[in-house]
């Protein structure tokens, strides 16, 4: 899977913008290319905004246009998500420490308490299926020990098996996620 470092302001700019978040959320939900028309009523906003935003995503790398049809004379694009992980840029400590910190953290926060948010949902309205094999949510809280070479063995194994269900196949659903691991240090301070 290709990652998408976000190392300048102006890229950090163009894809903290909430609408393109909700764009991108929504065209990957979507499973199928999908026409800035289509974009615009899923999402309540002028079909001229989705292609503003579209283009500013396909900028970045994050969107392409998939194939173009004819359609009562007038040719339509589709655009679809690319299978991308975006990083914001590098080692987080250096990160947090430039111009667009705030940006940063901000992004990262709002990220995490989206998947939270839709998690919540989900609770509340109940699975939506039924028997114990039924697909369920979870939040897991902890801490591992491991030496740098396990640390380094499980990120990579959490890396491969997300690119490995980043795109829709048969059978399968989209999940939501949001994976938080560091290193603590000061070892056993409360």
């Not at 002028?46 to 994050?62: D, N, R, Y």
């Not at 709002?110 to 989900?122: D, L, P, R, T, W």
Request: hydrophobic letters at 40%.
């Amino acid at each position: 899977m290709d990652t998408i470092i976000l190392s300048g302001k102006r890229e950090l700019a163009i894809y903290i913008n909430p609408q393109r978040q909700r764009l991108l959320r929504c065209m990957e939900l979507a499973q199928t290319p999908q026409t800035p028309k289509r974009l615009a009523e899923k999402m309540d906003i002028s079909p001229s905004a989705v292609q503003h935003h579209l283009k500013m995503l396909m900028e970045l790398g994050l969107v392409e246009v998939s194939h173009t049809e004819r359609i009562h004379g007038i040719t339509a694009s589709y655009y679809r998500a690319l299978p991308k992980t975006v990083s914001i840029g590098g080692p987080l400590g250096s990160l947090l420490q430039d111009e667009s910190a705030a940006q940063r953290l901000a992004l990262m926060q709002h990220s995490v308490s989206a998947v939270f948010e839709g998690f919540s949902a989900y609770c509340k309205g109940g699975a939506g299926h039924a028997g114990e094999d039924a697909p369920h949510g979870d939040v897991l809280t902890g801490i591992l020990h491991l030496a740098p070479e396990e640390a380094k063995e499980l990120y990579g194994m959490i890396r491969a098996y997300l690119d490995a269900h980043q795109t829709f196949g048969a059978g399968s659903e989209p999940w939501e996620y949001a994976l938080i691991a560091y290193p603590v240090r000061g070892g056993t301070d409360a």
